[in-house]
């Protein structure tokens, strides 16, 4: 069993497209979060989701918008795709609280037109 | 914020040497660091983590210390092995970031490769 799964994969797409990334966990965590993976490989941190409600949201465009219906999806919604949003988006979860090992998924790979 | 520095960002070795990646952190209020292993094409992949209460953590081949003082956490591979080849991260959790919640603040990353 997949402990953190994200859909699509691959995702290719033109500029301008609206596009969305889903996000589930089966670990009974009650925190979830989005990271970016640049051409350079750095991981930086977009959101993350405790219990439904939003803890933080970094400094990223309003073009992008995460959406949890349980504490068990995180779906991330892409407005207006630029091509620098091409990238790597991970999804990951853990336990609440600070100090807590995060699981990943494998990652969408999303590539601009 | 949290910033958090890690070298090399490159490093060769010959199997079965020992291979050392050093961070620093900038944030005294952080209080968790993972280490993660990232495989080409793969997530990362937690393989060691270490709280400030704790100086030192050993799995196996692995190790990491953590000296508070100097705000700055190694990871240590002993008899290293071609599969132990991949991106390396340090990360930090700071204590006040995102009040209870604690989102990891990643290092660049380390190319390790082994030679057989």
């Known amino acids: 069993d997949t402990a953190v799964s994200q859909t699509p994969k691959y995702l290719v797409t033109q500029m301008g497209n609206d596009k969305s990334i889903k996000c589930e966990q089966n670990l009974g965590h009650d925190t979830m979060y989005w990271y970016k993976q640049d051409s350079k490989k750095f991981l930086k941190i977009m959101f993350s989701?405790?219990?439904?409600?939003?803890?933080i949201n970094e400094t990223v465009p309003n073009r992008f918008s995460p959406k949890s219906p349980d504490k068990a999806h995180l779906n991330l919604h892409i407005n207006s795709l630029e091509l620098g949003d091409s990238a790597v988006y991970f999804c990951?979860?853990?336990?609440?609280?600070?100090?807590?090992?995060?699981?990943f998924g494998d990652g969408t790979r999303l590539s601009i037109l | 914020g949290e910033n958090v520095e890690q070298h090399p960002s490159t490093l060769s070795v010959q199997e079965g040497d020992s291979a050392v990646i050093k961070c620093t952190y900038s944030?005294?209020?952080?209080?968790?660091f993972p280490w993660y292993k990232q495989e080409l094409g793969k997530r990362p992949q937690l393989i060691i983590d270490?709280?400030?209460?704790?100086g030192e953590k050993k799995d196996q081949r692995i190790a990491v210390t953590l000296n508070k003082t100097a705000k700055h956490f190694s990871l240590h591979i002993t008899e290293t092995q071609p599969e132990d080849s991949a991106v390396y991260f340090c990360?930090?959790?700071?204590?006040?970031?995102?009040?209870?919640?604690?989102?990891?603040?990643f290092g660049k990353g380390t190319k390790l490769s082994v030679k057989p």
């Open positions: 989701y405790n219990n439904k409600e939003l803890i």
């Open positions: 270490i709280r400030s209460n704790v």
């Open positions: 990360a930090a959790t700071p204590r006040g970031y995102g009040g209870s919640q604690g989102n990891l603040i």
């Open positions: 944030d005294s209020a952080s209080n968790y």
């Open positions: 990951a979860s853990s336990h609440a609280g600070g100090g807590q090992p995060q699981h």
